[in-house]
């Protein structure tokens, strides 16, 4: 079982990565929000990995964090109907920050508005995972930050209610992500909503 992939970067499109360790050429499928931190080709970075195994294939997932990692473990896991594709799917449209945060406060009409999760699945996803992405010490939920990172609930809060800001005046969850995570990233876990807001619009 491959957990940890660290080489160099020989290809990278938003899907997939091809990293060269000793000599050999794994390729990676990776979310969207992944893609965005592998360093330029010739570099080296590290993958979080989950594989898949089956009769007559082998595929490998990889995150650029232990946390993104697990999530979509329990994503394709926990959850009836989704599949490690589907799971990338999503991914690569909402960040985990996004998606923790939606199952934590049961938002099933954003979660709803993923490629490949109905409202059936959305309330799956809630009720599956709701006691299971994280809890900090205090028994508040956690997540991971723009660096992968806990972030306290607070903060996660936060990042939802600039999102949802964003989306009020028109962008798409996932555009709206987008651009709060490149703030947030930016600004760090502290900033506010406003602050968030006026870097993302920047």
Not at 45 to 58: G, K, M, N, P, Q
Not at 150 to 155: E, H, R
């Amino acid at each position: 079982m491959i957990a940890q992939l660290k080489g160099r970067v020989l290809e990278c499109t938003p899907l997939l990565v091809v990293v060269d360790c000793a000599g050999i050429g794994y390729e990676v499928h990776i979310p969207v929000t992944t893609a965005e931190k592998v360093p330029p080709i010739g570099d080296e970075c590290t993958l979080f990995i989950h594989s898949v195994y089956r009769e007559d294939s082998a595929t490998l997932y990889g995150f650029a964090t232990r946390e993104d990692r697990d999530f979509f473990r329990l994503l394709v896991e926990k959850v009836s109907g989704i599949g490690p594709k589907i799971g990338i799917t999503i991914l690569s449209r909402m960040s985990p920050e996004l998606l923790r945060g939606a199952i934590a406060s049961s938002d099933v009409a954003l979660l709803s508005k993923c490629p490949g999760i109905g409202k059936k699945t959305a309330e799956r996803l809630v009720i599956e995972l709701k006691d299971k992405v994280g809890l900090s010490g205090s028994g508040q939920p956690m997540t991971s930050g723009a660096l992968g990172e806990p972030t306290p609930s607070g903060a996660v809060s936060t990042f939802q209610d600039a999102v949802a800001s964003l989306m009020t005046l028109g962008y798409k969850p996932a555009d709206a992500d987008k651009l709060v995570r490149k703030a947030a990233s930016s600004l760090g876990a502290d900033a506010t909503v406003e602050a968030l807001l006026r870097k993302a619009l920047s």
